[in-house]
């Protein structure tokens, strides 16, 4: 490991400051506020060296993925939760089964910051595939983290399953007494009208992991 920098050092401090404070790790934009720095781009150019050198260890899927190297480790705040599959955010797709809904027979899990979850309870992922909610800032590929749910406010996102057609889909869902809405988050496609006893709510969007290219 090389000498830091005396900006690369405050860094560190901070971090490890904030952690023991907080019990979770900061974002770049805490680190840039704490550290007096003028930019993201400042403060991501010296984590980056902290990285190279050893001294920390990015997870850039989440916005709170630092974990402190050979001292304060975020892994004792971070939990596993199942990932079941994957739902449709264009058109319903098939779902293996509706028992597949059920997140502890999943044997695949991801690891979150526990700061996400803010203490909920019964909280599953999903992996996205299509673009009808992009304009959510939720993209093919990204994995959404879903509390489960058997209703929700109009306008909020949901898994929503299909039961006549035994497919799900996700999407923002608006009820009326005789149909339910459900509408994308993208200007070019229209929504799905279904009858209010074919469509179950299987859970709500509570966080997105996006996935870089």
Known sequence: MRTLSARQQKILNFIRSFLENQSFPPTVRDIVHGCGISSTSVADYNLAVLEK????????????????????SVKANRAA??????IAAGQPI???SEESWNAAASAETIEVP????????????????????I??????????LMQAATSVENGQMAAVWLKNEKRATLKKVFVSPDRVRLQPANGQM????????????????????????
């Open 190 to 213: 229209k929504p799905i009208y279904v009858d209010p006893q074919n469509c179950q709510i299987q859970g709500r969007v509570i966080g997105v992991i996006r996935q870089l290219t």
């Open 81 to 86: 939760i199942p990932l079941i599959g994957t």
């Open 135 to 144: 304009d959510a800032l939720i993209n093919d590929g990204d994995i959404v």
């Open 53 to 72: 050198e050893g001294y920390i260890k990015r997870h850039r899927e989440v916005s709170r993925g630092i974990e402190l190297l050979g001292g304060t």
């Open 114 to 133: 526990t700061q996400l979850l803010r203490g909920r309870e019964n909280v599953f992922a999903l992996r996205i595939k299509g673009l009808s909610m």
């Open 94 to 96: 098939p779902v293996p």
